[in-house]
């Protein structure tokens, strides 16, 4: 398969501003991650709030600039790029939000939205970028005269596709989702991530997939990189990862999915606490203030990423 | 739309008429009889009593109210006690010369104002910002009549380039001479009531721009590979705007009342100055028709605000 990015060791410092009392302290958002994305797939990005995963992909697109490490579109590194290289870059890049309704300019209607780069980057004249506008409507399954209308007279399911839609005005080749059906009904829920299947198969476009719902990602995905403190901690392909996960914290994870059974025995783990602050992680390895297998090594030593026949998961339990 | 402006109008309307009934009643509180302050001392009681008749102050406050009111229909807001003139006649002459000032004032305000603030808070925190921002507290926080004279001292006095005081030089009439000289008189008054006044668009240009700015469609505007000045012009700028249209409509609506200090240190002949003469006269028919003007401009102002602001931005509701 066809690589089209490499990211390299990236991470993401957030630098808080120190208080009359406290000095500036560096939160590692995102912490020495790296993977690649092929032509076609879909890669799932999973943890919880805080885990990192929507820093991630923020800043492979460049929308927060990298504190270190690579990011190799097509062999050309992007993390250091700026002005109009990086714009020029961008269309070829989409994101598509969480939230469908702030990410739509209000004053502007959803023609506008969706015209606005094609017009900016001379991909298409007005005409055109009209016609496409319309046709990219009807692709998302809405009605082309809502191009005149405004982000407010429309339902959750209908912004997120406005929000597909508007990603896809400039054909990009990689589609970064956050969370894009995490604010939607369920049923709706179900709409878009087909939507988001179908518009794969037609134009074979390469997602990285950011949810903390595992059966969202698992119905979508080829590859899964399970996120923990700003750091990947198990990242293989699907069908190993639900079938032997290995980290403790995955294995935790996939048990609180729910199984739709009433009958089913219910064996979840529940992990104890909350993810711990980022500014602070602790010193061993991240997890182990509420890892169910703890060992007394995890406190002292931060485990190394390892690969077992291409499953790649960072705890003690497997290094020796 | 027709229907939400109809709306808005007739809730302008009935605003109008509690406020004229509040300066109507508020007036008739005051201590003072206008009966004694408008005659002489030495009339007799049946002088005094012939008067009150004569201004219908002898009838039950009821009877006066919808007098005044009737009146008021007619574009008659009584008579002046000192100047023994028709209050409407007085706030004429006067509103043409506070309607320049302030117009002046106003439009340079906002061409400085409302850029400089989307400005610095795009550049929030940079230096700019922060001299911007000590500019515009400074400017705000300043004694009016302590900056007019110390104008005036300087460029009235100590360098006479600029006359010291009214609104043109009597003698002077029509042609480019007459236009020169009304400009002339205008710079100080207008360059004292900037420093009020340009804090308010800066500041509230400025917070609403960086309100903006974090909003998850500037995000989105960036990762469509627009450009920065687009996106702040373009996507932040127009929906920043509400706020401040709303502070302007306010001001606007304020700026028939004049400004008290401002044109009274500059002995300009505007309303302000009318008030506060109508003040150390007792005067209470100008003032009450003062306020009845300034009222009526505010709601005015207002309405035309609000039809403004739902034109900003489609999601105020048009019902």
Known sequence: MEKIMEVNNLKKYFTLKGSLFSRKRILKAVDDVSFELYKGETLGLVGESGSGKSTTGRTILRLLEPTYGQILYRGKDISKINGEELRSIRKNMQMIFQDPYASLNPRMTIGESIIEPMLSHNLLGKKDAEERAFELLELVGLDSDYYYRYPHQFSGGQRQRIGIARALAMNPEIIVADEPVSALDVSVQAQIINLFKDLQEKFGFTYVFIAHDLSVVKYLSNRIAVMYLGEIVEFSTKEVLFNEPLHPYTIALMSAIPVPDPRAKDKRIVLDGDIPSPVNPPQGCRFSNRCFRKMDICDEVHPELVEINGHKVRCHLYSA | ?319
Not at chain 2, 16 to 29: A, D, E, G, H, P
């Open chain 2, 1 to 319: 739309m027709a229907k939400y402006i109809t709306k808005r109008i007739l809730k302008g309307i009935v605003t109008f008429l509690i406020t004229i009934t509040l300066t109507f009643f508020i007036v008739r509180l005051m201590p003072a009889d206008p009966a004694t302050l408008l005659m002489d001392p030495r009339m007799s009681e049946a002088h005094r009593q012939q008067l009150l008749k004569d201004f219908g102050l002898d009838k039950p406050l009821i009877v006066q109210y919808f007098s005044f009111l009737r009146n008021l229909l007619k574009g008659d807001l009584g008579i002046s006690f000192m100047q023994k003139r028709p209050v409407m006649d007085i706030i004429m002459e006067k509103l043409p010369w506070t309607l320049l000032l302030m117009t002046i004032t106003q439009f340079i305000t906002m061409a400085v104002g409302i850029p400089l603030g989307i400005y610095s808070g795009h550049k929030r925190g940079s230096l700019f910002d922060q001299i911007v921002n000590a500019v515009a507290i400074f400017g705000i926080s300043i004694f009016v009549p302590w900056l007019g004279f110390t104008l005036l001292y300087i460029f009235g006095y100590n360098l006479a380039i600029l006359p010291i005081g009214g609104a043109h030089t009597p003698g002077i009439d029509g042609g480019l001479e007459y236009f020169l000289d009304v400009g002339k008189h205008l710079i100080l008054p207008v360059i004292t009531l900037m420093s009020i006044y340009l804090a308010n668009y800066v500041l509230y240009t400025r917070g609403s721009v960086i309100d903006v700015l974090s909003e998850d469609y500037i995000r989105t505007a960036r990762s469509k590979g627009m450009k920065e000045m687009r996106v702040l012009w373009k996507h932040a700028s127009k929906n920043a705007m509400i706020p401040t249209v709303t502070t302007a409509g306010l001001m606007i609506g304020r700026m028939v009342g004049g400004a008290v200090l401002t044109e009274t240190v500059f002995a300009y002949p505007g309303v302000g100055r009318m008030i506060y003469q109508a003040v150390s006269q007792q005067d209470f028919p100008i003032l009450q028709g003062a306020f009845i003007i300034l009222a009526l401009s505010v709601i005015i102002m207002n309405i035309i605000t609000d039809i403004l602001c739902a034109y900003l931005d489609p999601r105020i509701k048009l019902e």
